[in-house]
């Protein structure tokens, strides 16, 4: 039975400052109905996400999922998306068949993007936060994002970069992963997640079930074929 004729789709949840546009290349190809959902209020300003919450993202993902029409779906989260993809997961777990997590945030039950960090990045981190936002330099986005890319894609991600509300950063993710297959794709070259940071979303997200790609953060840019397969093999063997 094909994925069409199940009515099976793939959630993709973007990181932090991009869109779903970011994932349009490993999107094409697949031969399964692809939903690249935005975080709300993407392109009404710089500061249009100031004041919202953990919970306005994930509601703004699931709206977008209802008004999809396809009946069950495996979610592809990246970065901090993961955190918002847990809480999608969590109240729509009688539709959710699948969880693949691509260099993405996996805090404990009741933790936040922040406390997944370590304890001087932490603290480090919730400063710049309360000082400066959540937009990184210029420079910081170029050496850190986009390690591996090229210069043309390296500036779109620079121009295109979209500041996320400080809470999304904060807020506490309240529930569990439903009891799904779960994949970790783990970024060998990842500047923004090193790897004993990977390891341990592994182990928050409780699989064993991991795929090492040999790219920096963001792979959907830098090795979308790659990413692609795997994704695709996810769903054919394991929904």
């Known amino acids: 039975m094909s994925n069409g004729e199940r009515n ?20 094409q190809g697949l031969d399964i109905p692809c939903l690249q959902v935005e975080f709300p209020k993407g392109r009404q300003g710089m500061d249009s996400r100031r004041g919202l919450s ?3 993202y994930v509601a703004g993902v699931q709206r977008q999922i209802e ?23 969590n109240r729509m777990s009688d539709r959710v068949v699948g969880f693949v997590a691509v260099g993405a945030a ?7 993007f922040l ?3 370590p304890l ?9 936060l309360r000082t400066v936002g959540t937009k990184p330099p210029e420079s910081a986005i170029r050496a850190g994002l986009c390690g591996d890319l090229s210069k043309e894609q390296a500036d779109e991600v620079v121009k295109g970069f979209i500041p996320e509300s400080v809470k999304v950063y904060t807020d506490s ?16 070259r990842d500047r923004e997640f090193g790897q004993a940071l ?4 592994i182990r928050n997200l409780s699989t064993e079930r991991t795929v090492r790609l040999d790219t920096g953060h963001l792979p959907m840019l830098s090795d979308p074929d790659s990413l692609r397969a795997i994704i695709r093999d996810f769903v054919s063997e394991s929904v």
Not at 8 to 27: E, M, S, T
């Open 173 to 188: 993710v309240v529930s569990a992963l439903p009891s799904v297959p779960k994949l970790y794709v783990k970024l060998n």
């Open 54 to 56: 953990l919970d306005d």
């Open 67 to 89: 008004n999809w029409g396809v009946d069950r779906f495996v979610i592809v989260a990246h970065s901090l998306g993961g955190v918002v993809g847990l809480q999608v997961a």
């Open 106 to 112: 996996i805090p404990n039950k009741f933790g936040s």
């Open 8 to 27: 099976i789709g793939i959630v993709f949840i973007h990181g932090a400052g991009l869109d779903g546009r970011v994932w349009d290349q490993v999107a």
């Open 198 to 201: 990977q390891e341990k979303m």
């Open 120 to 128: 001087p990045k932490r603290l480090l981190m919730s400063l710049i």
């Open 115 to 117: 406390s997944t960090l």
